[in-house]
């Protein structure tokens, strides 16, 4: 499958929020051993829909990041994406995992691979993009997240906030239908965390749709459109920003609202 | 006379030791890699026959092997090649185990995270391991895995058992033919097989200190 030709590399989700969402969970359980870790989760997102979701830690928002591309896969419920249910581990899931962008807390970049290989793994071995237009197209991406001039540089040369722009990059060169960002900025110096969120709520703007669980409640007032509260394993309250953070209706979101909006 | 026939000798032997070792150095990578692929696989069969070959020729004698590959197989119409690659089936199979236990737990040291970055971008399970998960499993075991080839080195010379006429085969023959120059004999051979350990030594650590630079 070829790259298409849109005039934006970073605008590959569209606007128009019509027809079926883009990402559907339906009545999704998940369990670790005794713990249930996501209880009758019902959460769609529409294209071009940017949804943060929050909550204390333990409260699955990581998990249920990891379920919608399968690296955690479900006890029961369903999850489209883009109306097709998720295959089981294969070559299909591998196709359909190819459409989701995923950015890590811990980066995970590649780290036998210099910045531009990091880049164009993915298109050239997954999408059987040309080397040289997979080249192109990485390289206009890093000029995009700022790193250009680190492409021939490992990894381990870059700044924690550098390699977190090119793990962006490597999601977006797969030019995903939704980009799932799981703590993104949770491992990197408060410096650097910036750079991070100016590149996330760029692809917000130009239209992405995404899925990002964080605790910076100042990109969630920014730039999301919908503020999903989990806790406990379930959807507590979902609300548009604005709503959520000054008249959060659970007591459980004004109580962890409390403790990280007055420090 | 005894300095051509040693230096004829040990050119010989060598060479013969060089094939043996090149051989089952490369199918007992190629084999060990390809278990260990499986010991990791989510195909719980595949796993299971890793870890009987890992049990299996971990833990058999290499000259039970040896007797096996050479005289017990032909004996059933089995491995009928040259005595040469009888002994170098039973050295790379015997080899494949340990090559195959060093890189699964170079595996285990590459960061689950790697491998899920992989999948995330699409790539199949075989592709992860091929293109990210086993290069840098591979620079995390030089050490040990040059430890391995070390003892393959050494390993060769029970083919001299078996009518392979390698470096050892040579020594027992130079001892019977010389015995006035015992020590000659004893070194020469020794320095041979010293310098092949050497030279793999050599290889490991530039080869560490090259992939250490790209980290």
């Given amino acids: 499958m070829a790259a298409s030709n849109e005039p934006d590399v970073l605008s590959t989700g569209m606007q128009a929020a019509v027809g079926e969402p883009l990402v559907q969970m339906q009545n999704v359980n998940k369990s670790f051993g005794s713990l249930h870790v996501l209880q009758d989760i019902n959460l769609s997102v529409q294209r071009g829909e940017v949804v943060v979701v929050i909550g204390p830690s333990g409260s699955g928002k990581s998990t249920l990041c990891r379920t919608i591309n399968r690296l955690e896969p479900i006890d029961s419920g369903t999850i489209t994406l883009d109306g097709q249910p998720l295959p089981a581990e294969g070559r299909a899931l591998a196709r359909l995992r190819a459409d989701v962008g995923m950015v890590f807390q811990a980066f995970n970049l590649f780290a036998h691979k210099t910045v531009l290989d990091n880049v164009t793994l993915g298109p050239i071995r997954a999408r059987g993009v040309k080397k040289a237009e997979a080249e192109s197209l990485a390289m206009e991406l890093l000029e995009r997240v700022g790193v250009a001039d680190q492409a021939r540089k490992y990894p381990a040369a870059l700044s924690g906030g550098q390699q977190q722009r090119v793990a962006i990059a490597r999601a977006l060169a797969m030019r995903p239908k939704v980009m799932l960002f799981d703590e993104p900025t949770s491992a990197l110096d408060p410096e650097m965390i910036n750079e991070v969120l100016d590149v996330m709520t760029s692809l917000a703007k130009d239209g992405m749709t995404m899925i990002v669980i964080t605790h910076e409640m100042g990109f969630a007032r920014r730039a999301a459109h919908r503020v999903v509260f989990m806790d406990a394993g379930r959807i507590v309250e979902q609300a548009v920003p604005e709503d959520f953070f000054t008249n959060a209706k659970s007591e459980r979101a004004q109580d962890f609202l409390s403790k990280i909006l007055t420090h | ?215």
Avoid: H
Avoid at chain 2, 134 to 145: D, E, G, K, T
């Fill in chain 2, 1 to 215: 006379m005894y300095r051509s026939e040693l230096i004829s000798r040990l050119s010989d032997g060598f060479i013969v030791t060089l094939q043996l070792l090149g051989w089952s150095m490369l199918i007992a990578t190629v084999l060990g890699t390809l278990l260990a692929a499986m010991r990791v696989s989510p195909i719980a069969p595949l796993r299971a026959v890793g870890v009987s070959y890992v049990n299996i020729f971990r833990n058999t004698p290499l000259v039970v092997l040896f007797l096996i590959a050479v005289v017990g197989l032909p004996e059933l119409g089995l491995l009928t090649g040259s005595f040469f690659w009888r002994a170098v089936t039973a050295l790379s199979l015997y080899t494949a185990a340990f090559v195959c236990e060093v890189l699964r737990s170079g595996i285990n040291t590459v960061q689950a995270g790697q491998a899920e970055a992989a999948r995330a971008i699409g790539l199949t399970f075989g592709q992860t391991l091929r293109l990210v998960v086993l290069p840098q499993a591979f620079r995390n075991v030089i050490p040990p895995l040059a430890s391995v080839y070390i003892a393959l080195t050494k390993n060769t010379s029970v083919a001299s058992a078996f009518g392979i006429l390698d470096l050892t085969y040579q020594l027992s023959d130079l001892i019977e033919d010389f015995p006035g120059s015992l020590y000659w004999n004893f070194f020469s051979i020794a320095a041979c097989y010293i310098l092949i350990v050497a030279v793999i030594s050599g290889a490991a650590a530039l080869f560490e200190r090259r992939v250490g630079v790209s980290r």
